[in-house]
């Protein structure tokens, strides 16, 4: 089962920051966070991961809380490209043996 | 570079009939796997590998057998397709401390 809880779906305005949570209460100390996104029909794509900084790169940032029990995943403009099921999920980093364990997701929604 | 890809990017089968899934990598990733996604669900493990001639199953194996004879290459064969096989399927591939890459899908109708 996944090990992560997200709501099933958001909106958001276009050029607004999009702000996805996620809960991951049982995170173990060696897990990362990590957030994909699956575009309609297209397999899912890398966005972000973290340990316990917040992370920022060209598609979004990761803020996780100080208890690493949740983090949120901010597009901070988002467009209508931006529309997408993105996960968050939980995974030691060294650990090809471990694959990624999905759950449904949370649904954005871009609107204009 | 290609990256992950996938052959056939779709394909019909009927009941019974057999077929194999190609996914091929150009990024020299240990470890591979396969993956289903029915309607409005998320991924669902089948197979994976951490090396060249090793498997192991997944979360949903049965119907389905793999081989990594190769290290660019990921097999999913079903040997005999049956209607609840329907799904689109995605190979993905990594190595350690990078994230999985994925292709974009196989979808599998068994009539």
């Known amino acids: 089962d996944a090990k992560t809880t997200q709501p099933p779906s958001m909106d958001c305005a276009e050029g607004r920051a999009a702000n996805l949570p996620c809960n991951h209460s049982?995170?173990?100390?060696?897990?990362?966070v990590y957030w994909y996104r699956q575009i309609h029909s297209q397999g899912p794509q890398y966005i972000i991961h973290g340990l316990k900084n917040n992370e920022t790169n060209e598609m979004a940032s990761l803020i996780i809380t100080e208890d690493r029990k949740s983090s949120t995943l901010i597009l901070p403009h988002a467009t209508l490209r931006d529309t997408a099921v993105y996960y968050c999920i939980v995974r030691v980093v060294n650990s090809g043996n471990t694959p990624l364990v999905f759950g449904k997701g949370t649904r954005l929604s871009v609107i204009a | 570079n290609a990256g992950v890809t996938q052959t056939p990017k779709f394909r019909v089968l009927k009941t019974g009939q057999s077929m194999t899934l190609l996914c091929a990598q150009d990024m020299n990733h240990e470890y591979m796997y396969w993956y289903r996604q029915d309607p409005g669900m998320g991924l669902r493990l089948i197979h994976y590998?951490?090396?060249?001639?090793?498997?192991a199953k997944g979360e949903v194996p049965d119907g389905y057998n793999v081989s990594r004879l190769k290290k660019q290459n990921f097999l999913l064969g079903l040997e005999s397709a049956a209607p609840s096989q329907t799904s689109v399927y995605f190979c993905a591939s990594s190595s350690d401390r990078r994230p999985l890459h994925f292709g974009n899908g196989t979808r599998l109708t068994v009539t």
């Open positions: 049982t995170i173990s100390g060696n897990e990362y």
């Open positions: 590998s951490v090396g060249e001639g090793t498997t």
